[in-house]
DNA sequence: ATCTTACTTTTGAAAGC
DNA sequence: GCTTTAAAAAGTAAGAT
């Protein structure tokens, strides 16, 4: 009944795992390891276990994303510790891992008139240009969010920092349609 | 006090520099594109804004003269997709469009998105078809808006396909590939859309 | 004509140009 | 601002079959 079909599609993360990295020497020793230093800083390397990505840097610092859920994210990120580990690289005990971003899909189960919502919600804090794009960009401030929203009735939440902010990004388009009658 | 005033003729002058740069610019483009005297005013009149408001600060004034030409045609209900404006500016697509949202915000503009009804009077002459067609290309559109059958779709491609359908309806038939030459889109995009349309308003093509 | 692949938008961190 | 990662939404596009 509170539902709407709320799914989280991806969790962005970061970490420190190190106080320096040698990327050289990991990406010759991770199979898979992509490290083109004048293309991007940092090394690219995928897992599969939970499915993720990561990003690895000189610095020690650590970005994972593709994850499906949080706990997912803590679970790739001590596997790939132990991973550097059994490389003889040393990591820190406790990351202090930091969730910076959730994309969470979402369906309201209406078909939605776009024109109209965008002059319910106010065409200074919507942005709306089907010949670019065919969702309606709507920015919340309480919780800090950004919602897509398409005339299917489907919604894109991203920009939360946790399942809960998704969840009130998707009750606050909720009712704001639902009390503009446009739901 | 002297080299004061003379700072503020310099900067007088690179101030009038640039907007008759930007002005001209403006005419370049709407010459490019045939747009009418009227919308290179508006868009004159949005670029000026731009520079009272001190919008121009880390932006190109071809970049703002861009984003000027392509708010002022859908004020004025002529509109011009990106691309179009693209073409004619030495900006990218994506700057535009990025420089739009910032004056068009900036400005508060409050504009709706583009309708596809604004396109069918310039596809259908660049196409030759009469007045006729073009009333019913209009009044397809009227009904698709009302089913729903617009939202989240290019406006462009939306009107392609009502014109298509409307060509035919009158006897005046035009290719997809004609049309989807004129509108810019593919001869895809316009199947797509015509078959949804004549779904949905129960519309019998025959042919 | 239809399929596959791919790009449009949004978000966030990382280090450096 | 860009570069790189992942992911959803729906529309449009391009090249292949």
Redesign the interface.
């Given at each position: 009944m509170s539902d709407y079909n709320i799914k989280i599609e991806n969790v962005v993360a970061s970490t420190k795992l190190a106080e320096e990295f040698d990327l050289t020497k990991i990406e010759a020793e991770f199979e898979g390891a992509e490290y083109n230093k004048q293309k991007f800083p940092g090394l690219v390397y995928r897992v599969s276990d939970p499915k993720a990505a990561f990003l690895v840097f000189t610095s020690g610092k650590v970005v994972c994303t593709g994850a499906k859920n949080v706990d997912d994210v803590h679970t790739v990120i001590g596997n790939m510790a132990q991973k550097l580990n059994d490389i003889g690289i040393k990591t820190i005990e406790n990351p202090e891992i930091t969730v910076q971003n959730i994309v969470a899909s979402a369906d309201l189960q209406a078909?939605?008139?776009?024109?109209a919502i965008?002059?319910g919600l106010g065409?200074?804090n919507i942005?709306?240009?089907?010949?670019?794009f065919?969702?309606l960009v709507y920015r919340i401030d309480d919780p800090k969010v950004v919602v897509l929203i398409?005339?299917?009735g489907k919604l894109v939440v991203t920009g939360g920092k946790s399942p809960e902010n998704c969840e009130q990004g998707v009750e606050v388009v909720r009712q704001q349609l639902d009390s503009m009658g446009l739901l | 006090r002297l080299r004061k005033w003379q700072r503020r003729i310099r900067v007088s002058n690179a101030t009038e520099r640039n907007l008759a740069f930007a002005l001209s610019e403006l005419d370049r483009m709407a010459s490019a594109l045939g747009l009418p005297r009227t919308v290179r005013e508006t868009a004159a009149v949005v670029y000026r804004k731009a520079v009272d408001k001190n919008l121009i600060r880390g932006r190109s004034i071809e970049g703002v003269a861009a984003a000027a030409l392509y708010a002022a045609c859908r004020q004025c209900s002529v509109p011009r997709t990106l691309d179009e404006i693209g073409e004619v500016s030495r900006v990218s697509r994506k700057e535009i469009g990025r420089t739009y949202r910032f004056i068009s915000r900036e400005l508060s503009l409050k504009l709706m998105p583009t309708s596809p009804i604004d396109y069918v009077p310039r596809f259908c002459s660049g196409l030759n078809l009469k007045g006729e067609v073009q009333s019913r290309g209009v009044e397809i559109l009227r009904q698709a808006s009302e089913k729903e059958l617009t939202s989240g779709r290019g406006p462009t491609g939306v009107a392609a396909a009502a014109i298509y359908i409307a060509s035919i309806l009158c006897g005046e038939r035009r290719t997809q590939r004609e049309v989807a030459d004129v509108a810019g889109v593919t001869e895809v995009t316009i199947r797509n859309r015509y078959k949804e349309l004549a779904e949905e308003l129960d519309i019998e093509i025959i042919l």
């Open positions: 078909v939605l008139n776009l024109n965008a002059i065409l200074e942005e709306y240009e089907p010949e670019q065919p969702g398409f005339s299917s | -």
